[in-house]
């Protein structure tokens, strides 16, 4: 049941992450446009607006998929040289970690959209963009993150307790040669 919870939440997270790349390839679409029409001496106007908003969209939604694929950075120098139980141990005291600092992200981004969405806040902009639409997307994408985390943090700790600490390895582990030539040499 767990792994298939995982499975679930990996591919969630791979639509999601097709969904961002497509809307990142817009974005530099509409930036080659701007480009283009500049030189002939015209313009779209607000590529600097739309390419902030959505670089930020995309990192807040791209941390789930980034969670699940094993690619955020970790120190691993004293992971590597510890046993099974130890690399275990040191992976959920990580991810508790960053489970509760994208928790409090989650939380404190709130006031923000809310803010916004109070006083109809306009960006200061030629475009006079309603803050409230790219802030959605972004406090939608770290509330997505923050549930991320916390539902691997979760499913580690029960397959912990089934005594899987390999399972738990391979999910929140990190993931290089280094650490597959460790683990085959085990």
């Known amino acids: 049941m767990v ?108 006031p923000v959209l809310a803010r916004s969405i109070t006083n109809n806040s306009r960006a200061n902009t030629v475009l006079e963009t309603p803050l409230w639409i790219p802030q959605s997307l972004w406090f939608a994408g770290w509330v997505w993150f923050a549930l991320m985390c916390s539902a691997v943090t979760l499913l580690c700790i029960i397959l912990v307790l089934q005594g899987k600490p390999g399972v738990v390895e391979r999910r929140i582990g990190i993931r290089n040669e280094i650490a597959d030539e460790l683990e085959q040499s085990r």
């Open 3 to 110: 792994m298939r919870i995982f499975d679930l939440l990996r591919q969630i997270n791979r639509v999601i992450a097709l969904v961002v790349g497509l809307g990142l390839l817009a974005c530099v679409g509409y930036v080659l446009l701007e480009i283009t029409l500049r030189r002939f001496g015209t313009s779209l106007g607000g590529t600097t607006e739309i390419t902030g908003y959505v670089m930020a969209v995309t990192t807040a939604w791209g941390m789930g998929f980034a969670l699940l694929e094993l690619s955020h950075i970790r120190i691993e120098v004293l992971r590597t040289r510890l046993a099974s139980w130890g690399r275990v141990f040191l992976d959920l005291l990580a991810m508790l970690a960053m489970s509760a600092t994208v928790i409090i992200i989650a939380f404190r981004a709130w």
